[in-house]
């Protein structure tokens, strides 16, 4: 019993966490206790709060110097790249927030069916689910944590803390709401189906390790050698968890579904936030934990990296709804990101790589939140014209909004002066770098075929005459058009001046993952 | 033989309370009596006759169901530290508090949004 | 000695991803994740007892809590949508493709 030391928690380290979280139950209690009325007006400036002020958090603690030793007993990894990620997910959930503010998106009542009395009741009595803002809140602490995981436990709850609310969230859309619950079921089980496999990888490389913290599983690797049929597996199903989550080829089959029939708001904060956390893990496991084995799980990458790069840009080009377009395109990218993450090599490649990503996941993340804050604004009698027929001539009717977007979809396909030039060029670098030109082909080829879908959106908003009975362009509220803002903004300073954010990525990248 | 002594006095303590419930119930409870209260198990569905593959049952039962569970899995987390809360000493003890006023808060949600109300 | 609840966890976890695969009912579906998480379990128990240390029992305690909060997100989302379509089919649930 003697054994048995308290732990030591370094809290100045984890306030960010702890902050996302506290505003997460400070809004239950909330929901618990404020009278109808009031929920919304309290529920958004605690939210807000909460983010902006865990943003200022992660600042601080850069300032005191980025930490050198892991976290809570080497559970939580605060490091270079931990603390930049991090950032990037406050700042992208600070704008999908913004957007989630939008009462329009979310069902009022979500316990009653579609199209009965009760509906018609809970739409005039004006309610709305504001239990929204602290799922979110709950959401991104989970991202956060799941990017700074140093301990394969830590990062199994991570990734359901991160999940379980994005669950719900999905299937609260307001309009097309039998679409919009059909993707919560399908992201619920599929994800359920690959947390499974995450947690029996785990055990299996726990069997072989006897502990699941990333460097001791390292460690382990070492004084074996690395030929060991419990290793391989376990580490097989590790990743079919973790390319689950980033929605790379062979696994992903749910992105179009679930991007495309969940309200658009929540699409945005998944396209974004989910992404970058969900690299952040991979990257920790892959080069972390299994960095010894990379001779093994190297070959079985490219495989997987050339598929979804493929799959994405080739699938992408017969959509015909916006958002599942949109959902393809980022298949295509996880794929662009997934070649960073094989070329590692020496500490200065590595380095190389990492900065890539991290450039990357900033670029695609802010233009992504703008684009889907633009299909909020393009609407029908229904809801979002989701159909693309039904952009067709939308430059002549809104050349400034269809401009807009039609910057974003530049972005995507990465021509120059925008940030997504820089962040593949950065990416796409590195892999040459560290030898992996057959792949980087590959992607400029893909991007090249992507390019063409976006380019055959541009045409279709900006040649192509408009039906009488078109969409309306919604008014949008503050938040949206402040979104869009943001958003254009980002795309076109990191396009044409991206160095301060290269540097910052670059120092970030260069501390490498601490272990 | 001195080390029972806890034993007993818990065994003393629990019978005691029993006894205490039994013979004090008939005396403060109120006295209303319908044909449920004699079936056989009281939850309100009728045990017999069983509808054809066991019918359906309302929704509510589910309800509670699924708060049980989820309240009642949280005690797991209290059992390794109930085991070494000495060792652990005030740190264990301020952890364990906010654990608990953390999940008091989902409680405290559940009980204002009725999700404890049968009807 | 602990092979033998290694290769039942295995065939659990096996039984379970086929339900998953096979079935049709998104409630029996789910019962086949919980499934394969309980064989999760009995693998981290069984390596905890083989390494002497007690991290998998650990990690057990943590696993029943996740499958707990998931059993009722999951079935949360399952009674939503059985209630707006009367069927907890996965084929019913069709109108997302392509």
Redo the contacts between chains.
């Keep these: 019993m003697n054994g048995i030391q308290p732990p030591t928690i370094e809290y100045g380290q984890l306030s960010p966490l702890l902050l996302v979280f506290g505003a997460a139950i400070v809004g239950v209690l909330i929901e618990a206790l404020a009278p109808r009325y009031l929920r919304k007006s309290l529920q958004m400036p605690v939210t807000l709060l909460g983010l902006v002020g865990a943003f200022a958090l992660v600042l601080t603690v850069v300032m005191q110097g980025v930490p050198t030793k892991a976290a809570a007993e080497g559970a939580i990894a605060v490091d270079g790249p931990a603390l930049f990620i991090w950032g990037v997910i406050l700042v992208l959930a600070v704008i999908s927030v913004l957007l989630i503010n939008d009462d329009n998106e979310f069902v009022a009542s979500a316990a009653a069916v579609p199209g009965t009395p009760e509906e018609e009741d809970a739409i005039a009595a004006g309610g709305a689910h504001t239990e929204i803002y602290p799922l979110a809140l709950f959401a991104i602490g989970g991202m956060m944590l799941f990017a700074s995981a140093n301990d394969l436990l830590i990062m199994f709850v991570a990734l359901e803390v991160m999940s379980l609310p994005l669950y719900l969230l999905c299937g609260l859309a307001r309009r097309r709401r039998l679409l919009s619950q059909e993707a919560s079921v399908k992201y619920f089980l599929l994800g359920a189906f690959s947390s499974a496999f995450f947690l029996y990888g785990m055990a299996l490389v726990y069997g072989f390790a006897g502990t699941v913290s990333l460097a001791g599983i390292s460690d382990a690797l070492g004084a074996v050698g690395g030929q060991n049929t419990l290793l391989l597996i376990g580490a097989g199903m590790l990743g079919v968890g973790l390319l689950f989550k980033i929605g790379a080829a062979p696994f992903q089959a749910w992105k179009p579904d679930v991007y495309q029939g969940a309200p658009t708001p929540i699409t945005a904060l998944m396209a974004s936030g989910t992404l970058v956390a969900a690299f952040g893990a991979v990257l920790r496991v892959f080069w972390v934990a299994l960095g010894n084995l990379d001779w093994d799980w190297r070959p079985v990458m490219w495989g997987v990296a050339i598929l979804t790069m493929v799959a994405g840009a080739v699938l992408a080009i017969t959509q015909t709804d916006i958002k599942r377009m949109l959902a393809y395109s980022s298949i295509a990218h996880a794929g662009f990101l997934l070649t960073g993450v094989i070329a590692t090599g020496a500490e200065a490649q590595n380095a190389l790589s990492l900065k890539g990503i991290l450039f990357y996941l900033v670029a695609y993340g802010i233009t992504t939140v703008g684009a889907f804050a633009v299909v909020t604004m393009v609407r029908d009698a229904g809801g979002e014209a989701g159909h693309l027929s039904r952009w067709a001539g939308l430059g002549k009717r809104s050349p400034a909004l269809a401009g807009v977007f039609a910057f974003f979809l530049l972005a995507f396909a990465g021509i120059p002066l925008t940030s997504g030039f820089f962040g593949k060029y950065a990416v796409f670098a590195a892999a040459v770098a560290g030898g992996a030109v057959p792949l980087v082909i590959v992607g400029v080829v893909s991007s090249a075929v992507a390019a063409f879908f976006y380019v055959r959106v541009i045409v279709l908003m900006f040649f192509s005459e408009p039906a009488p009975d078109g969409p309306t362009i919604a008014v949008p509220s503050v938040g949206t058009a402040g979104v869009v803002a943001i958003a254009a903004a980002a795309t076109v300073v990191l396009g044409i001046y991206p160095e301060p954010v290269l540097r910052l990525a670059e120092d970030a990248a260069s501390t490498l993952f601490i272990r | 033989m001195e080390l029972y002594v806890p034993i007993l006095v818990l065994a003393v303590l629990a019978a005691g309370f029993a006894i205490f419930s039994l013979t004090i119930a008939p005396f403060t409870g109120p006295k209303r009596w319908n044909r449920a209260k004699l079936d056989a198990y009281e939850c309100g569905i009728e045990p017999t006759p069983q509808p054809v593959g066991g019918g359906r049952f309302p929704l509510k039962y589910m309800i509670t169901a699924m708060l049980f569970i989820v309240f009642d899995i949280e005690i797991i987390f209290l059992y390794p530290w109930a085991v070494a809360f000495d060792a652990l000493g005030v740190f264990g003890l301020i952890e364990m508090l906010l654990f608990i006023v953390t999940v008091l808060v989902a409680y405290a949600y559940v009980w204002r949004r009725k999700g404890l109300d049968w009807d | 000695m602990t092979t033998h609840y ?1 290769v039942l ?1 295995a065939l659990l ?1 096996a039984i ?2 086929v339900g ?1 695969l096979v079935r049709r009912n ?1 409630i029996v ?2 019962m086949c ?1 919980e499934l ?2 309980n ?2 379990n009995l ?2 128990v ?2 905890a007892r ?2 002497g ?1 007690l ?2 029992q ?2 057990a ?6 499958a ?14 059985f ?3 009367r069927s907890a089919s ?1 084929d019913d ?6």
């Design positions: 290694l966890s976890f379970g991803a998953v998104a579906i789910f994740v394969m998480l064989a999760c693998a981290f069984t390596f083989q390494h240390n991290d998998g650990l990690i305690f943590f696993v029943m809590v996740v707990a909060a998931e059993v009722v997100v999951g079935l949360a989302i399952i009674v939503t949508i209630r707006t379509r996965v649930a069709n109108l997302l493709k392509y």
